[in-house]
Every structure is written in C-alpha cells, then in structure tokens.
C-alpha cells in the first residue's frame, strides 16, 4: 500500500489546482508540471484531484500525461538522468554515452536503480544539440559527454 502523501503536499496541490481551475483545460499542462514537481510523479489520486479541479476527463488528463515525455506516471528516481538520443546526438555518440551509464548504474534504459535513487532514460532532442551528446541530470545540462566521464554525472545519493 502507498504511503499516505503529508498534509503539507496535500495543501500544496490543492493551491496549485485552485490556482490553475479558472484556466480549465489551457491550465492542465502547467498544473501538472507543478504538482508534480511535488508529488514526483502524477499518481492517479492526484490526477482525480487535477481532474475534479480543472473540471478536465481522466482520460484527457492520461492523454497528457502520456505524450510529455517529462511527465511520469509510475514512480521515478529522485535523480533522473536523461541520455538524448535523436540524431546530432545519436551521431556523435549518445549510444555509448548510454552504454556506459548502463554499465556504471547496472540498469538498462527506462529502469530505476534498486534503492529509488535514479532513473535512466533515453529522450528526444533535449535542445542543446550544439552539445551532442547531451545529457540531463534532472535540471543540470552536461555536453558533451563522453563514455569515460559519465561517472561524472551520476551523483552521491
Ligand atoms: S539531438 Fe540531442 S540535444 Fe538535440
């Protein structure tokens, strides 16, 4: 069974949807950029929450949810470290970037280490294609990055 979220976070999320309720559907993507800055990730009691608030369908709120690559609905690590993989990036090397990480962190793409403590994921065009490859650790830019100083990027957790 889940943990109970605080009282804090609860009033947190409430202020955010009370916040963002007269904006109706425009206010959605914000609104759950926000919440989840607080909860992690957008689990479906906050959803409902986010739903019942901006007066928005569930499933318009999944749709979401479901093309944002930056939104999550499934736990994710508290360091998210995010490999671009489009094309600069790709042509300069992200794949071994990846491999690397992989190796070091002892998980493949798309998993989280057994302790919670990080993500790894591959992404689309992260916009620093000057930087190829580039990797994000949850707001920190890094590029270009290679196989041998990926330890780098992989903070003490
Ligand atoms: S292609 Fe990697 S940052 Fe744009």
Known sequence: MPEPMPLVARDAIADIITRWAPHGRAGLLPCLQEVQEITGWLNPEVCKQ?????RVPLADIYG???????LY????????IRVCDDVPCYLNGSQDVLAALEARL?????ETTPDGKVTLEVHPC?????????VMVNEEEHGPVTPDNVSALIPDT
């Open 73 to 80: 609905d499934r736990p994710v690590g508290q360091v998210i």
């Open 50 to 54: 986010v739903s019942d608030g901006l």
């Open 64 to 70: 979401v949810i479901s093309f944002y690559s930056l």
């Open 126 to 134: 992260l916009g620093r294609c000057e930087r190829a490859p580039f």
């Open 106 to 110: 002892d998980i493949r793409a798309g």
